[in-house]
């Protein structure tokens, strides 16, 4: 596969990603790393701030914010991670999870309908791009990554001409749910409810990647679609099982962004709650989190657990980054560089197939 | 008479017919398109000037404009790395060049230097991922943006810088034969990628490793070297473009204002370059970026809000992804 086996040009010469496979497998401290990047980086990361911050790092304010910001994002990750090992890229989170918070806002502040009858039409809404979605990779047969942008690209279309047509000048719908609200405060233990929500979504998620059939037929779509459909996977079902969650999933963890800046917007506010510079980005922060937590760019393996990590590490460095007072373009280059690392190291595992 | 009724009948009755039909119509839409924008928007602004010189030449700008950077997109799509880093580059461009030229008062041409070197350098650093540490092109790309986007805030505190001392203006504005040299710039750069891409090795070259990297590689083609002079053409290419922008608006482009990448790979998959790589030819990319401009004119002279601007690119880039994908499988273009 990795296409090195005519660069041996004499019996039994070596190659150079043969050679360099021997040296890392041989060498228990670089497999760590290529293995396990995300547990180094957070390391780094939680020493510097330890220095640097001290005691203020530590107090459980900090530590509930670090979680409640990883759990904005982290309601989202499962769905986007199984989809990502399921050989899907998207790069349309943003876009259209803020469609759906958009037309939850329109329905919730401007037309006046109860909550749960609003988010209900945000859901059938994401169901609608979700079928939208599958249907451009399915039937058109476009690669999920082009696929998504383009879908991503219309609903941002859709979503501006309803926070132009009814929002702001700003491109705003206000949002002021009392009820979303009490979930990202309150809880159990002290500790908020979407925090315990997204642990929930983790548990079945990860229980139903590693027990269940579908889990396996994940992997296996993933790895190789076409020998899966030979041995009898339903492929197309699989697909639209993980755009399907994508697409709702976004929907949701906007809606309950949106909940805690209490508006709704076209531009999205996951750049905007997590990087504190709207635009800045251009990968959503869901495949920075994938990725350095070792999920492989083209599908088929991966941890789901792991990505919780890699969802750690970016609520500390907001966190920490906010503590210190830092401007906002270090933030936007520490989400650059672990995006180039995260891919690099994905890169390479992959050549060396190491995993 | 009688037979060529036959074969028009045929042609819509039977399944070949249809197939025919339906070839032929996606890949000549674009003509009978452009007509209708034109008749559309002409009715629509018959009262502001819609044919008047003014506004072709505003058209014309806009249309170097977005050829710059389709052309880049067009030639790194060609080999199959998409390059999604046109937003970083020219905004980071766009930044660099107002603190030399405005800030510190440099002359034009050390500037523009500087700017292309800086440019090259980008580009450089982008095969390194691409190349050497073999990361697909548009997750390096985009990868990048962030950072490039990132140093760009460093600069002037994150504000943006008015670019209005007049030289920049001259030199892009120049008028040759009664359109501005950034326009013949367009052009230049159209032929010379014409000769490149048909009557050049490293055309060919482009092509072969687009069409099958490993094929290309046991037949001899430098794969590395090619791919990585496409990714600096291209940089350059939308470095250039940042800084006619930059003249353009008077303002340095703070997150980059040649859009991000579902802006600009719009025109290029609407004239028919496959995503995949190895097919595409810079006639049709031509015949997209005018559909583009026509568009983009009509709905400036219309005063159109934001709203139905992002409407309609999102409906083109989706329409012109589902037709570009049809089209390649219906000839067989592509490989499953």
Known sequence: ?355 | MRTHLLKLKELFQTPAGRRTLLEFVLGNYLYPSIAILVIVYGALAWDKNYFSYQNFRNLMMSLALSTLTAGALMITTLVGQIDASTRGVSGLISVILGVLFQLNGWPVLPSLIVVVIIATLMGLATSVMVVDLKVNGLIATLALVSVYIGIAMFFHNNQMIAVNRPQLQDVIYHDILGLPATVWFAIATLVVLYVILNHTRLGAHIYAIGANPYAATVSGVPVKRVTRTTLVISAVLVAVAGVFSTARAGLTLLYGSTGGINWNLGPVILGGVSIFGGVGRIENILLALIFGAVQDNGMNILDMRTAERYLISGVTFLGALIINVTYLRMRKLLRD
């Open chain 1, 1 to 355: 596969m990795t296409g090195s086996s005519f660069l041996v040009t004499e019996v039994g010469a070596e190659t150079r990603s043969a050679r360099w496979r021997r040296i890392i497998m041989g060498n228990p401290i670089l497999l760590f790393i290529l293995k396990n990047g995300i547990v180094v980086v957070l390391l780094v990361e939680l020493l510097y701030f330890s220095f640097t911050l001290g005691d203020r790092f530590y107090r459980p304010q900090a530590l509930r914010l670090m979680l409640l910001n990883a759990s904005m994002i982290g309601v989202l990750m499962p769905f986007y991670a199984t989809a990502q090992i399921g050989g899907n890229v998207d790069l349309g989170t943003v876009p259209v999870g803020a469609l759906g918070a958009v037309v939850a806002g329109l329905f919730f502040t401007i037309v006046g309908f109860p909550l749960p009858v609003a988010i209900l039409l945000a859901v059938l809404m994401a169901i609608l791009i979700g079928g939208l979605y599958s249907w451009v990779v399915l039937k058109v047969r476009a690669p999920a990554v082009i696929a998504s942008l383009a879908v991503g690209s219309l609903a941002q279309g859709i979503g501006r001409v309803i926070t132009q047509t009814w929002g702001s000048t700003y491109f705003q719908i206000e949002f002021r749910t009392p009820v979303l609200r009490e979930l990202l405060e309150r809880g159990p233990l002290n500790i908020p409810l979407t925090v315990w929500l997204m642990f929930a979504i983790y548990l079945v998620y990860s229980v139903m990647l590693s027990h269940t059939k579908l889990g396996a037929h994940i992997y296996a779509v993933g790895t190789n679609p076409s020998v899966a459909r030979l041995v009898g996977i339903r492929v197309s079902a699989v697909t639209i099982f993980c755009l399907m969650g994508i697409t709702i999933g976004s929907v949701l963890a906007s809606i309950l962004l949106c909940a805690r800046v209490t508006y709704v917007g076209d531009t999205g506010a996951f750049s905007a709650a997590s990087a504190s510079a709207a635009g800045a980005l251009a990968v959503p922060i869901t495949l920075i989190g994938t990725t350095i937590s070792g999920v492989q760019l083209r599908g088929g393996r991966g941890s789901l657990w792991k990505t919780l990590l890699g969802l750690l590490f970016f609520s500390i460095l907001t966190v920490g980054m906010g503590l210190l007072n830092m401007p906002a373009q270090w933030r936007v280059i520490a989400y650059g560089l672990a995006i180039v690392l995260a891919v690099v190291l994905d890169s390479i595992r992959s050549q060396l197939q190491i995993d």
